[in-house]
């Protein structure tokens, strides 16, 4: 160990100091006061390709919006925007697969009918707690026309002639 205050000695006879001068640190702390962008938060390269699901979620979720630069801000508003495009089809998709189920309970099996029950409009509104009176300037989405909507959506299942 050195003598001298602020600095060790190298197993090789080297001396390295622990402290910047005051000098380079008064330059540092100068320079640091000009600088006023945050810590900036980088997006990864592959974000567009990774396909919307719980990864793109969890990814999405763990960014801070305010440390992004408006290039990277924009790409997350897309990702988000895709990956609610992604839940919104589930959803659609959901709302088909209760179209198709008979009337039951908790205990029922899981059974389709080829063709949509005939109040399943209803109770897909009454699940998701939705009324006939439309929002103002608009339509609801299962208003007018519901019926023909679910068969439509039917028609692009998988699993259905």
């Given amino acids: 160990?050195?003598?001298?205050?602020?600095?060790?000695?190298?197993?090789?006879?080297?001396?390295?100091?622990?402290?910047?001068?005051?000098?380079?640190?008064?330059?540092?702390?100068?320079?640091?006061?000009?600088?006023?962008e945050p810590f900036r938060q980088v997006l990864p390269d592959e974000l567009e390709t990774i396909p919307p699901g719980p990864y793109l979620a969890v990814i999405l979720a763990g960014v801070d919006r305010?440390?992004?630069n408006g290039h990277d801000v924009v790409r997350m508003m897309q990702?988000?925007?895709?990956?609610?495009a992604h839940y919104e089809a589930a959803s659609l998709a959901d709302m088909v697969e209760v179209a198709h189920c008979p009337p039951g309970d908790a205990d029922s099996p899981a059974e389709r009918n080829s063709e949509p029950e005939e109040f399943a409009s209803d109770d897909i509104r009454a699940a998701l707690?939705?009324?006939?009176r439309p929002p103002r300037g608009g339509t609801d989405r299962l208003g007018s026309g519901q019926d023909d909507c679910l068969r439509h959506l039917s028609s692009f299942r998988s699993d259905r002639p």
Wanted: aromatic share 4%.
């Fill in 1 to 36: 160990m050195s003598d001298r205050v602020g600095t060790i000695e190298h197993m090789f006879g080297t001396e390295i100091e622990l402290d910047p001068p005051t000098s380079d640190l008064e330059g540092m702390m100068a320079e640091a006061e000009t600088f006023v």
């Fill in 66 to 68: 305010t440390r992004l």
């Fill in 79 to 84: 990702s988000h925007k895709r990956l609610a």
């Fill in 129 to 132: 707690c939705l009324t006939r």
